[in-house]
């Protein structure tokens, strides 16, 4: 014969299980299937795995319009021409400006958008020439909000290692900011949250 109590105990405990087990679960999937996550990442960096360098030096650039914070004894490359509407820029051409140091670097390089061009359609055409790969994502930028196309993938440029890149627009020009080799994500973000815009100073 079994106590009342202690069927009403087993019963109450049961419940409460049920309860924090559909509460707790993990994050309810979407229409399609997929788990929801917000559209644009958080604006303080990741938790980095490499190491980041104190962030002491600051180049402004005489020909693109942007300033962003470096490691100090890292070498400055500066662009030498423009980079022109339609043409795809890598590491070591000449059209954008170069900080590198202990097997990582940081690039970046702007044009003018095309007269009547969108900042959605400056960065869709952007993306579509950057063979894009890894996760997509935007992130703040400034004042601004970029979307990361390429996002932890191998690197194929001289410095090997991860790339990371993202795609941005302000004041009427389109920016891209590399970082190739020793790298990773909280690298990459800690080197974005310290650029700044100035489009009215570009001369490229």
């Known amino acids: 014969m079994f106590d009342n109590a202690l069927v009403a105990s087993r019963t109450t405990l049961i419940c409460v299980v049920l309860v924090l087990a559909v509460s707790c679960g993990s994050t309810a999937p979407s229409s399609n299937g997929a788990a929801s996550s917000p559209p644009v990442a958080a604006a303080s960096p990741s938790a980095s795995t490499i ?10 650039s005489p020909t693109m319009g942007y300033s962003v914070k470096y490691p100090a004894g890292w070498t400055i490359t500066l662009a030498t021409q423009s980079w022109p509407l339609g043409h795809t ?32 359609e400056w960065i869709n055409q952007y993306i579509a020439s950057s063979l894009p790969c890894g996760k997509r994502e935007q992130v703040p930028v400034a004042n601004e909000v970029g979307t990361i196309d390429l996002n932890d993938c191998t690197g194929m440029g001289r410095l090997g290692g991860r790339v990371f890149d993202i795609a941005v627009v302000s004041g009427g ?14 690298f990459f973000l800690a080197m974005l949250a310290t650029v700044t815009f100035s489009s009215q100073d570009a001369k490229a």
């Open 51 to 60: 190491p980041v360098p104190a962030l002491t030096g600051k180049f402004t």
């Open 89 to 120: 820029s890598y590491w070591d051409t000449p059209d954008g400006d170069r900080l590198e140091g202990d097997g990582a670097g940081f690039r970046g390089t702007s044009q003018a958008l095309a007269p009547g061009q969108s900042t959605a």
């Open 173 to 186: 020009r389109g920016y891209n900011f590399t970082m190739e080799g020793r790298v990773d994500r909280g």
